[in-house]
């Protein structure tokens, strides 16, 4: 198992600045993914973290909007760049492998307001 | 982008009750995930189903699937007012590659006490 610590929690931001959101990890793990939740909504996969090397994003995300680090196998960063109100949702970091038929760790999210 | 879709989007019924969640997906997958999410906080795992298995328990909890029409459901027994919660249906792709999970629309569960 792992135990997925994210930060901030919360955070209030006005529209057109930026907010990196940190996810660590408590053990080395191949794959970690950001998922953004819109509210009321169910998680959409942003993309896949990947170490070393740029992410890879799923359609309808860009990396001038969400630009993702993970400088190594426990961390990994998301950052929500110029940010509007169409932003505020829920981002949950994860970590796992599921379709090595395994489960996926979820952190607890940050919930963005964007005002 | 969202492949599952989840019956009843919301559910309610009284403590002690069975509730039955279904999803739908479209593609071939892997294995198939059962989380729970509490008022918007972190998802917590349940329960995977692999693609070969048609029925799995864990407790109050029972999973079914059938590949051949692509649905799942998710059967909860005896349940209480802790089991209030969203639960969403999540499916990981065949092929062992490195794609994140693909989550359906979800069911927002409430155990009346």
């Known amino acids: 198992s792992a135990v997925i610590s994210q930060k901030p929690s919360r955070d209030i931001c006005q529209r057109g600045t930026s907010l990196t959101i940190q996810c660590q990890v408590d053990?080395?793990?191949?794959?970690m993914f950001w998922y953004r939740q819109q509210p009321g909504q169910s998680l959409t996969l942003i993309a896949t973290?990947?170490?070393?090397?740029?992410?890879?994003?799923e359609s309808g995300f860009v990396i001038d909007k969400f630009p993702i680090s993970r400088p190594n196998l426990t961390f990994s960063t998301l950052t929500v760049s110029n940010m509007s109100p169409e932003d505020s949702s829920i981002y949950l970091c994860?970590?796992?492998?599921?379709?090595?038929?395994?489960?996926?760790?979820f952190g607890q999210g940050t919930r963005l307001t964007v005002v | 982008s969202q492949q599952g879709e989840e019956d009843p989007q919301a559910l309610s019924i009284q403590e002690g009750e069975n509730a039955t969640m279904n999803c739908s997906y479209k593609?071939?997958?892997?294995?198939l995930q059962w989380y729970r999410q509490n008022s918007g906080r972190g998802l917590v795992h349940l329960i995977l189903?692999?693609?070969?298995?048609r029925e799995k328990h864990s407790g109050r909890l029972r999973v079914t699937l059938d590949t051949s029409k692509k649905s799942s459901s998710l059967l909860i027994t005896a349940s209480r007012a802790a089991d209030t919660a969203s639960y969403f249906c999540?499916?990981?792709?065949?092929?062992?590659?490195?794609?994140?999970?693909?989550f359906g629309k979800g069911t927002h569960l409430i155990i009346q006490p």
């Open positions: 994860s970590a796992g492998r599921p379709s090595l038929v395994t489960e996926a760790f």
């Open positions: 053990s080395q793990v191949t794959m």
């Open positions: 973290a990947n170490q070393g090397s740029e992410a890879t994003y």
């Open positions: 593609t071939s997958i892997n294995n």
């Open positions: 189903i692999r693609s070969n298995e």
């Open positions: 999540a499916t990981a792709p065949s092929g062992g590659g490195a794609d994140g999970l693909t």
